[in-house]
T-cell receptor
Framework: DVKVTQSSRYLVKRTGEKVFLECVQD?????MFWYRQDPGLGLRLIYF???????EKGDIPEGYSVSREKKERFSLILESASTNQTSMYLC????????????FGSGTQLSVL | QKEVEQDPGPLSVPEGAIVSLNCTYS??????FMWYRQYSRKGPELLMY????GNKEDGRFTAQVDKSSKYISLFIRDSQPSDSATYLC??????????????FGIGTKLQVIP
C-alpha cells in the first residue's frame, strides 16, 4: 500500500516564525498536493506539483510556498506564520493527473500562537 | 454558492441502521464522483468512486449518482460502530490531459451508536 508520511503530527509555532511541513510518499507518484482542512470549510487546495521542481498554485496559495527537490518529497513552507494559518494540513499524492485516487497522510495539526 | 454542498451533521444512528449521506453539486462538468472516509486524527481514504449515473455496490456500501438532479448519495447498510467517521464527497470533471482538480464537500460526521 501507498504510504504518505508527514513529519509531524502536532506543531506549535509563534507568529512570524518560518515553518516547514514535510511530506514523503513511497510509491513513485508523480503528483503531490498540500491541503488545509478547517471546520465548516472542508479541504482546500494550497499548492500541488506534477513533477520534480514544478509547482502550481491551488485555491488558497497566499502566505505559503512549496518545494519539490525530489520526486518523493514535497514541502510546504509558511514564510511568516500567522494565527489564521492555524489548521490541519494534509499532504496527498496520486499516480496520474486525472487523480483517480488521492492518498493522504495523517495530517499535521499546526497551531500558531 | 459552493460548487459542492454537503450537510456537516453530526448524524447519529443506532447500530444496524441504514445510513444515507448526500451531496449536491452545481457544476455540470463533474463526471467522476468519489466518497472518502476520514477517521478521527487520520487523513481521508478513498471508499468508493463512480463515473456514471445509477448505483454501484461494494459490500455494505452503495454509491448512487443522479446527474439530472446533480445529487449523489452514499448508503451504508447494517451500520457498525466502526463506520463512525466523517464522510467526504468529492468530484471532478473528465477532461483530456492536464490537471483534473478534485472538489470536496465539507464532510458529514457520522456516529453509529452500539
Amino acid at each position: 500500500d501507498v504510504k504518505v508520511t508527514q513529519s509531524s503530527r502536532y506543531l506549535v509555532k509563534r507568529t512570524g516564525e518560518k515553518v516547514f511541513l514535510e511530506c514523503v510518499q513511497d510509491m513513485d507518484h508523480e503528483n503531490m498536493f498540500w491541503y488545509r482542512q478547517d471546520p465548516g470549510l472542508g479541504l482546500r487546495l494550497i499548492y500541488f506539483s506534477y513533477d520534480v521542481k514544478m509547482k502550481e498554485k491551488g485555491d488558497i496559495p497566499e502566505g505559503y510556498s512549496v518545494s519539490r527537490e525530489k520526486k518523493e518529497r514535497f514541502s510546504l513552507i509558511l514564510e511568516s506564520a500567522s494565527t489564521n494559518q492555524t489548521s490541519m494540513y494534509l499532504c496527498a499524492s496520486s499516480f496520474s493527473k486525472i487523480n483517480e485516487k488521492l492518498f493522504f497522510g495523517s495530517g499535521t495539526q499546526l497551531s500558531v500562537l | 454558492q459552493k460548487e459542492v454542498e454537503q450537510d456537516p451533521g453530526p448524524l447519529s444512528v443506532p447500530e444496524g441502521a441504514i445510513v444515507s449521506l448526500n451531496c449536491t453539486y452545481s457544476n455540470s462538468a463533474f463526471q467522476y464522483f468519489m466518497w472518502y472516509r476520514q477517521y478521527s486524527r487520520k487523513g481521508p481514504e478513498l471508499l468508493m468512486y463512480t463515473y456514471s449515473s445509477g448505483n454501484k455496490e461494494d459490500g455494505r456500501f452503495t454509491a448512487q449518482v443522479d446527474k439530472s438532479s446533480k445529487y449523489i448519495s452514499l448508503f451504508i447498510r447494517d451500520s457498525q460502530p466502526s463506520d463512525s467517521a466523517t464522510y467526504l464527497c468529492a468530484m471532478r470533471s473528465l477532461g483530456s490531459g492536464g490537471y483534473q482538480k478534485v472538489t470536496f464537500g465539507i464532510g458529514t460526521k457520522l456516529q453509529v451508536i452500539p
